[in-house]
C-alpha cells in the first residue's frame, strides 16, 4: 500500500496489510543470535519522509543508532520491549503502551517477548546551508 504523495488514499488498520518484508539486524549489531523482525508497511510518502505500518520481532537483542533526523512514534500491540539508552536509562513496554525514540538516540533494542507494534516514523528533511 505504499502510496506516493500525489495519490494519497486512506489507511485503515481494519483493511488486509500489504505483503510483509523481513530482515534481521546486522551481525556486528547483533547481541546473541539475530532475530527475525517483519514489516508490513502500509503507507510511505518519500518526498516527506513518512512511513507507516506494522512491525512484529522474534525475541533478540541489539544495537540502535537513530540518525540525527529520524523519529519514531510506536505504540505496541502484543508483547514486550525494553529500550535501553547508550546513557543507562531504560524503559519497558507492553501491551497498550506507546512511545518515541528521538532522533539521534543510541542505545540496545531487546525484544523481550514476541511483539507486535505499529509505528510512525518520519525522516525530517536535512537543512541546506545557506
Known amino acids: 500500500m505504499t502510496r506516493p504523495a500525489s495519490t494519497p488514499g486512506l489507511i485503515h488498520f481494519a483493511d488486509p496489510l500489504p505483503l510483509p518484508s523481513t530482515d534481521r539486524p546486522d551481525i556486528e549489531r547483533s547481541i546473541g543470535p539475530a532475530p527475525l523482525r517483519t514489516t508490513w508497511e502500509a503507507y510511505a510518502d518519500p518526498e516527506s ?7 512484529a520481532c522474534e525475541p533478540g537483542v541489539w544495537k ?6 529520524r523519529h519514531e512514534f510506536f505504540h505496541v500491540l502484543e508483547g514486550r520491549l525494553r529500550i535501553v539508552a547508550d546513557s543507562g536509562e531504560v524503559r519497558s513496554f507492553g501491551p497498550g503502551d506507546a512511545g518515541v525514540i528521538p532522533a539521534g538516540f543510541a542505545g540496545r533494542f531487546e525484544v523481550l517477548e514476541r511483539v507486535r507494534k505499529r509505528y510512525v516514523m518520519i525522516d525530517t528533511p536535512i537543512a541546506s546551508a545557506a
Open 49 to 55: 519522509g513518512l512511513s507507516v505500518g506494522e512491525w
Open 64 to 69: 540502535i543508532a537513530f540518525h540525527a533526523h
